[in-house]
């Protein structure tokens, strides 16, 4: 990026300033933004979107990065990797910086591979003579996306769990209905809404049979399922308004595409994440089309094998998503499931299979299932709600209702609290409890100084705090120094 490209950002961004995304302002020829946004370059075109890699230095305090802007051209090979703004001016400018810390890196999709950055962070540091005061971790938080506080990670032990809020085509048709339900879906906490966006035409053939729950949910003479998913389409402009609303609302909006045409319009209306159905994990050009955008995948695997979802997670992979980008979710596609089809273990053999963060997709009645789920390790939850499961449609009778949502969503934000780390010690809340519970080794009956301590003169009782009565084989036979009154702690050393 030359300084011209550069100063033009100025322009661009000038009615974004003040926008929900964060204040940016400029010193001189330099770009800040305040801690925790993303930074999106657009000086290629009009319309066009992308993200920029920068490199990033903390300045002086936690509220301003400095964003210098790297070559989209970035090679796989980190020792290529170069600074377009790189002129005296920013030479002059960067020298004045050489005590700022190394923070993290954006990159654009798929142009910086490695699985660590330190390689490419190092190599920039030795280009320009700075001296950060501490590397960034390749797997810090600030290398992950952040959604409405959560991360969407390979390594997410330590992060929310994201709730994805499926409202599918529970809207009916309707945008009303659908802003209702992304009401419904924020009220209730939780950090995504999904829809479903297709064209009938691209999706199903016009002889095709609707699924045996579609045709007893709907209970319509007709069995057609292109009839019953085009009256469920969403327009452009509908998309566009629901974008807009659940902006509003502070929610995540997503949507299935079910098509090669929907993805690209996915792509185009600025969707970070891609949810991938259950039904399209055979679909190779479906597959090949996503991975290819280089955005974070969430891809589902109800009716699946283990190999067809190591195949179609190897498809992604090589086809330009990165694999700390993926989450793969057990799915059952019944609606609704039974219990005993849920198999939740198995989301922990692709976890073990496939070394990657795993989720899941419920159909289940209620909300046991994805609250265990989580406590088993999901870091994201998909679940079917709607505003009324009396509402006609295919897939309401087997959804939650929004007071349900609701719980679902305390429920697993109490689970998270509770998980913890595998390390076993006293929590805080306990640590003034081990005095009161635990016990010392005491006299059983008055002891004289100079008498051998046994186990007739000796006992166990509470308080804790003096000796431990683990050390109860190496006080036997010590000689009092002292004189004990019964229930006295035994003060002797060992």
Not at 131 to 136: A, D, N, V, Y
Not at 291 to 312: F, I, N, Q
């Amino acid at each position: 990026m030359n300084l011209e490209n550069f100063n033009r950002w100025n322009e661009i961004k000038k009615e974004q300033q003040q926008s929900s995304r964060g204040k940016y302002f400029r010193q001189g020829e330099i770009w800040f933004v305040h801690q925790g946004q993303n930074i999106g370059y657009e000086v290629y075109g009009k319309g066009e979107r992308f993200l920029r890699p920068v490199l990033i230095f903390k300045k002086f305090n936690n509220h301003t990065f400095l964003a210098i802007p790297l070559t989209s051209k970035i090679k796989d090979d980190a020792y290529h990797a170069k600074i377009d703004f790189a002129d005296k001016t920013s030479s002059a400018l960067l020298s004045q910086i050489k005590t700022m810390d190394v923070k993290r890196l954006y990159y654009k999709k798929g142009k910086i591979k490695p699985s660590c950055y330190d390689e490419l962070k190092k190599k920039i540091v030795e280009l320009y003579q700075l001296t950060p005061q501490k590397e960034g971790s390749c797997n810090s938080q600030d290398e992950n996306q952040q959604t409405n506080g959560v991360i969407i990670s390979q390594n997410n032990k330590n992060s929310k769990v994201f709730i994805i809020a499926e409202a599918g085509v529970n809207h009916n048709g309707s945008t009303e209905l659908a802003k209702k339900l992304i009401d419904a879906a924020s009220d209730a906490g939780a950090d995504a809404v999904k829809f479903q966006t297709f064209k009938a035409e691209k999706l199903v053939s016009r002889d095709a049979k609707k699924a045996a729950y579609q045709q007893e949910n709907m209970q319509e003479e007709s069995d057609s399922q292109f009839a019953m998913l085009k009256k469920l389409e969403l327009d452009v402009a509908t998309h566009k308004e629901l974008i807009a609303y659940a902006q509003s609302k502070n929610i995540m909006f997503l949507s299935t595409p079910f098509d090669l045409e929907s993805i690209k319009l996915l792509d185009d209306l600025g969707l970070e994440i891609f949810k991938i159905p259950s039904g399209e994990i055979t679909n190779l050009p479906y597959l090949r089309a996503i991975a290819k955008l280089g955005k974070r995948v969430v891809l589902s695997t109800g009716m699946s094998t283990m190999d067809e979802v190591r195949e179609a997670f190897e498809v992604l992979l090589n086809n330009g998503t990165q694999k700390e980008h993926i989450t793969i979710l057990h799915a059952n596609t019944m609606y609704p499931t039974p219990m005993e089809d849920v198999n939740l273990r198995a989301m922990l053999g692709i976890q073990k299979e496939l070394d990657v963060s795993v989720g899941y997709s419920d159909h289940t009645l209620g909300i046991e299932v994805p609250i265990a789920a989580v406590a088993m390790g999901a870091s994201v939850i998909e679940k079917h709600f709607t505003l009324s499961r009396d509402m006609e449609g295919p897939d309401h009778k087997a959804s939650l209702e929004p007071h349900e949502l609701k719980a679902m969503v305390g429920a697993i934000r109490n689970i998270e609290q509770t998980l913890g780390s595998s390390e076993k010690k006293p929590s805080a809340s306990e640590t003034p409890n081990i005095t009161v519970a635990r016990k010392s080794i005491v006299a059983a009956r008055k002891i004289a100084k100079g008498e051998v301590l046994s186990k007739e003169n000796l006992t166990v009782k509470r308080p804790g705090g003096g000796i431990n009565p683990m050390q109860w084989d190496e006080i036997l036979g010590k000689v009092a120094t002292k004189e004990y009154d019964v229930d006295a702690m035994i003060e002797e050393d060992i």
